[in-house]
């Protein structure tokens, strides 16, 4: 099993590497390009550049394609498969994500200019049920220069989004943000909780004060500040309805493969560090517990 675990990642990594070294050739050869076009210019002999320009391009085409092929290929076939064995009723879809219903109903992300959801991982870990992937939002924005008004976009969420679904249901909506603030007009307040160190942390805001401190107790909060200080980058965490949604703004792609680093063992273990996340947050919130408050029927 060992054995052949090493061939396949070897057999994705002898394609990758050659895919770089076109990449490499590529771009070296485009940089020489352009210093020749910029030497030779007012020469009139700018031949020798365009010339290496146009080879230059076709390595990086060629370099690029099979860079992304390799990566579709170890997506489809390795990480389909690991995702499998690792959770209960486990699938891994690379192409899809999160809908734009499911982003939004969160009620911590506002609507984007820019929307894409890639890497879905769904299933069930101790009976509780989630969903999840990578998200990237962005903002449209113009400025004006001397030659007009120009248009960029702005990332304001890059990361991991975590839907847990329940059976009972929450009293109330609940909302722990370590940045930005509800996106819609219910009723909420802002109310202090009885750990300092977690108002440090987390704005709390809720529509039902008693819930909040139900639901957010000592052990609850202690919980999410662990969880909060072995996973960089900016929480959110938000009760509606029977769900949990949990937001990582972590400006990270989750799965995907980066240019000069490996396909090994290591770059495996890091993966199943991501799949480890979602244990984490249910086993730290004890989310697999039936510790919330049903409402009245």
Excluded at 145 to 160: D, S
Excluded at 269 to 290: A, C, G, H, P, T
């Amino acid at each position: 099993m060992e054995k052949n675990l090493e061939q396949t990642l070897n057999t994705y990594q002898v394609r990758k590497s050659k895919a770089e070294k076109y990449i490499l050739f590529g771009g070296s050869a485009a940089v020489v390009a352009v210093l020749l076009l910029a030497l030779l210019s007012e020469t009139g002999l700018v031949v020798p550049g365009i010339l290496l320009g146009v080879v230059a391009a076709v390595l990086l085409i060629i370099g690029f394609s099979g860079f992304s092929k390799v990566t579709h290929d170890f997506k489809h076939d390795f990480l389909v498969k690991m995702m499998g064995e690792l959770i209960e009723d486990g699938v891994y879809e690379p192409k899809n994500g999160l809908s734009h219903h499911q982003v939004y109903a969160t009620e911590f992300l506002k609507k984007a200019d820019r929307f894409k959801t890639e890497d879905m991982i769904r299933g069930k870990i101790d009976g509780v049920s989630f969903i999840s992937s990578d998200v990237k939002l962005e903002e449209r924005r113009v400025r004006r220069t001397k030659n007009g008004t120009q248009t960029y976009y702005v990332t304001y969420f890059l990361g991991r989004v975590f839907v847990f679904e329940f059976n009972k249901e929450f009293d109330g909506s609940l909302q722990c943000l370590e940045q930005g603030r509800p996106t819609v007009n219910r009723k909420y307040e802002k109310i202090q909780l009885e750990s300092m160190v977690f108002n440090k942390k987390f704005t709390t805001y809720a529509t039902n004060r008693h819930a909040a401190f139900y639901v957010l107790t000592p052990h609850f909060m202690e919980s999410m500040l662990k969880f909060e200080k072995e996973n960089p980058g900016k929480l959110s965490f938000s009760f509606l309805d029977t769900k949990l949604f949990v937001g990582v703004y972590n400006s990270k792609d989750t799965f995907g493969l980066s240019l000069l680093r490996k396909i090994d063992r290591q770059l495996i273990e890091s993966f199943k560090r991501d799949i480890q996340v979602i244990y984490d947050l249910i086993d730290d919130l004890k989310l697999n517990n039936d510790i919330f408050k049903t409402k009245e029927a």
